[in-house]
């Protein structure tokens, strides 16, 4: 008996290896993969989400598998190119205590300008519409004077929120909107307002200041990211801290 490769395994190989190759260098290609991983996240979450106001824990668990289901697409697209996470500038060449303490006051510096343009926005907001909006929080009253609740929803939002949405909305949509071949001088720029809408509009359950606020964030993070040369970290670190203010804020009502 003859040993070699099965000509399924074979074909499926294949098949994985040209649609990596499409990814890689065919533009339609990358925009249907972008547009492949929202609307699977849309649509889960239009499937499963409760209009129950009492099911307020359930509802942040559906967006948490959407994320989940999200970062799993964003990873079988990297694999499919024969990549992993340091192409969207994952892992440490080298860590001493030197490089921590620069990423570290690097995350803080992050973390005040996208404080500063979140505030920006709701300036912004404010004069448009002439008075004073508060973006729609109702979703976390589920924390309010409930601590272990809150230690539970930190773990989770650092792990889906503060490093998927860096994934997510920095990492991989600036990344696969700068290779669609936009002119050079612009299309970092592009890519960078087109993500942050998107991340804004993502955010549309807190309502339009919450957008606003959001999309605004978002050019923060983005900016940061292509100045800091991909050391997602750095935004990581930054929006773990932002995300532990709006949770305290929530738990203390």
């Keep these: ?52 106001p009492s099911d307020l824990i359930y509802n942040h668990s559906v967006i948490w598998f959407a994320n989940i289901i999200m970062l799993t697409l964003v990873y079988v697209g990297l694999r499919l190119r024969g990549e992993n996470f340091t192409s ?71 792990m889906v929120s503060s490093i998927g949405e860096e994934v997510i909305y920095r990492a991989f949509l600036i990344n696969r909107i700068s290779e669609l071949g936009l002119a050079s001088k612009k299309r970092k720029v592009i890519a960078v307002v087109i993500s942050a809408i998107v991340f804004g509009f993502a955010h549309y359950n807190w ?17 940061s990211y292509i100045y800091l040369k991909k050391r997602i970290w750095v935004l990581i670190f930054a929006h773990a801290y932002m995300d532990t203010i709006l949770m305290v804020q929530m738990y203390l009502g």
């Design 1 to 52: 008996m003859q040993l070699g490769h099965h000509p399924k395994n074979q074909k499926r190989k294949d098949f994985h290896i040209q649609l990596g190759n499409q990814l890689k260098t065919n533009k339609l290609a990358k925009i249907i993969e972008i547009a492949l991983v929202f609307l699977v996240a849309f649509l889960f979450i239009k499937a499963f989400i409760s209009e129950k």
């Design 88 to 158: 969207f500038g994952f892992g440490f060449k080298r860590f001493d205590l030197k490089f921590g303490i620069k990423t570290f006051f690097q995350s803080i510096l992050v973390f005040v300008l996208a404080l500063s343009c979140f505030i920006v926005g709701s300036i912004i907001m404010a004069n448009i519409i002439g008075i004073p909006e508060n973006s729609e929080m109702s979703g976390y009253d589920y924390l309010k004077d409930n601590i272990w609740m809150l230690f539970l929803s930190l773990g989770g939002t650092y």
């Design 207 to 223: 309502g339009l200041m919450g957008i606003v606020q959001t999309t605004f964030m978002g050019l923060a993070l983005g900016i």
